[in-house]
């Protein structure tokens, strides 16, 4: 079992005026399964070939149980990594590629046939041990991918968005199993992902990256109540979050109708946001002014309503009501609650308030 610590490590490719990652540090700890979660050209894929030795560290460090690796090359870190785009030995059946990589390193016949049975019954593969790749759905193809990296038991093993194609129910079952067998066997692990994985048990610390830099890495809980700044807020909420600007008063009270809320420094705007389904329409002429922009009707009979919010930068949100009947071009208002809002410098970005109000707090 081994520990990962990245220290201020940095990426540059040749011609490249920026990093596309920029001093990250993070340490992973011996068998922790760390969600790594980004938008599409965050940095996630560069910082996984980073840590695998497939890019060339500018600056910093990374050390596997407290070995610099910095300089070493892929095949003397100990590291599987298991990308979007898989590929099987066509002429080899399924255990025989889960056990090639051991084979050629020396391990015995029958620490081979063990490895690959546990594995295999962890990956629902069980049945298919002496089919071709060629007799399995590409659903299965991924498993065996998967279990190849993982009979190698690894230091640290990288998934770098492998199962983006699967549909959400087959992506959490695919996830969990995994997660059950690096626990099992020790097995350091890094998922690099866009959307959070549904898990029956609880992700111990998601680490989000933006615009190839570290933002934050705690639990799931804690970015969601307590987001360092807004790349952060909108990655982790879970649906889109609406946001607009607005101006605070020269003491930093910010002012919405009747409601008031103080918010930390001084800034001259600030971007307020709020998870889309913290939203609804209020029964009168009161919260923020909006337009309906477009309309989508459900089965269930209700309606979804995308709005503009007037007068903020023309920021749009979409909320969902019980009834139909709203057409483009109605004018509404939203209700919001100061209290539920995140708050943010318009200019860096970094987190000025308590975006949520936990049971027994009082306001700010």
Request: proline share 5%.
């Amino acid at each position: 079992m081994s520990s990962l610590t990245l220290d201020h490590a940095s990426c540059v490719y040749p011609g490249g005026a920026t990093p596309s990652v920029a001093e990250v540090s993070l340490a992973v700890r011996t068998g922790e399964f760390l969600v790594l979660l980004g938008a599409q050209g965050a940095g996630k894929s560069t910082l996984l070939r980073l840590i695998a030795g497939l890019e060339e560290t500018s600056a910093g460090s990374i050390l596997i149980d407290h070995r610099d690796v910095t300089r070493l090359p892929p095949k003397h870190r100990d590291v599987a990594m298991v990308f979007q785009n898989y590929a099987l030995y066509p002429q080899m059946s399924v255990s025989e590629n889960m056990a090639f990589a051991l084979k050629v390193a020396g391990v015995s016949r029958e620490e081979r046939t063990q490895r690959v049975a546990l594995i295999a019954q962890g990956l629902d593969l069980a049945d298919q041990l002496d089919a071709s790749p060629a007799d399995l759905t590409g659903r299965q193809r991924q498993r065996v991918a998967v279990g190849r990296a993982l009979a190698r038991i690894p230091s640290v093993l990288l998934l770098d968005e492998p199962f983006t194609g699967l549909a959400r129910a087959e992506r959490r079952e695919l996830v969990g199993r995994i997660r059950r067998l690096t626990d099992t066997l020790g097995i350091t692990t890094v998922y690099a992902t866009r959307e959070l994985p549904e898990l029956d048990d609880p992700i111990e610390r998601v680490a989000v990256i933006a615009h190839g830099r570290l933002r934050q890495a705690d639990s799931l809980e804690h970015l969601r109540s307590d987001p360092a700044d807004l790349d952060v807020a909108r990655t982790v909420a879970g649906q889109p979050m609406a946001c607009w600007t607005m101006t605070p008063d020269d003491d930093g009270t910010l002012h919405l109708d009747d409601q008031r809320r103080r918010v930390g420094g001084q800034p001259a705007a600030v971007v307020v946001g709020v998870p889309e389904r913290q939203l609804h329409l209020a029964d009168g002429a009161e919260g923020l002014p909006a337009i309906v922009e477009h309309t989508e009707r459900h089965d269930d009979g209700t309606q979804s309503l995308m709005l503009r919010i007037t007068d903020r930068d023309r920021s749009e949100c979409t909320v969902r009501v019980d009834s139909v009947g709203y057409e483009p071009g109605d004018r509404v208002f939203i209700a919001i609650d100061l209290d539920e809002l995140a708050v943010f410098d318009s200019a860096t970005g970094i987190q000025l308030a308590l975006p949520l109000r936990t049971p027994g707090a009082q306001p700010a």
